[in-house]
């Protein structure tokens, strides 16, 4: 499927999802508002506004500029209120068990400048994924709060205009401590 092809058919965001648990399954586990896997661990270190260029898996600063910083409880809130959130997972590797109805983008996060080929196509998927729309609730994520990529996809995204840009730290390491379901998920 081409990538064009892939956001169309991602607009409804139930195509998103391979196999697996559903948005419906995810808002039937009960989440205490916990620190799971350190998602809510402040290492003292900086908030930036520039990419970080290799090293991604380190700790991170507890916030992103221009993007909320959520954790697992207000996730699991944020789709069970709005079916229109498109959840980016931006790990990168061999494919993974993932959020339900995510999309997978493992190379948002990766590169130099936000004048970049990176940049343009971040723009274009997400353009097919909110349809346009610049305050459409979009969330990116990674492993874990010791992983830089969906940091730098938090940032590149609210370089981009888009309004409503969360950064779900914890990741999937917090999403499965949290005993939450997870789904096949293909690369987009």
């Known amino acids: 499927m081409s990538v064009s092809a892939a956001l169309l058919a991602c607009a409804a965001l139930s195509a998103c999802q391979t196999t697996g648990a559903s948005r419906a399954d995810v808002a039937k586990v009960a989440v205490a508002d916990s620190n799971y896997a350190n998602e809510k661990t402040d290492w003292g270190i900086s908030p930036r506004n520039d990419l970080l260029i290799g090293g991604y898996h380190a700790r991170t600063p507890a916030t992103v500029p221009g993007a909320r910083t959520i954790a697992t409880a207000d996730l699991q809130t944020l789709i069970a209120a709005d079916p229109s959130v498109v959840l980016v997972d931006v790990l990168d ?26 940049q343009k196509k971040l723009g274009e998927r997400l353009a097919g994924l909110t349809g346009g729309d610049p305050k459409r609730p979009v969330v990116f ?5 010791e992983c830089w990529l969906s940091y730098n996809a938090s940032l590149r995204a609210a370089r981009l205009g888009y309004q409503s840009v969360y950064w779900y730290r914890g990741g999937l390491e917090a999403w499965k401590a949290a005993g939450l379901p997870t789904a096949a998920i293909e690369r987009l």
């Open 141 to 145: 994520y990674c492993l874990s709060a």
């Open 93 to 118: 590797g061999k494919a993974h068990p993932s959020l339900p109805q995510a999309v997978w983008m493992p190379d948002a996060g990766l590169d130099k400048s936000f004048q970049d080929a990176t």
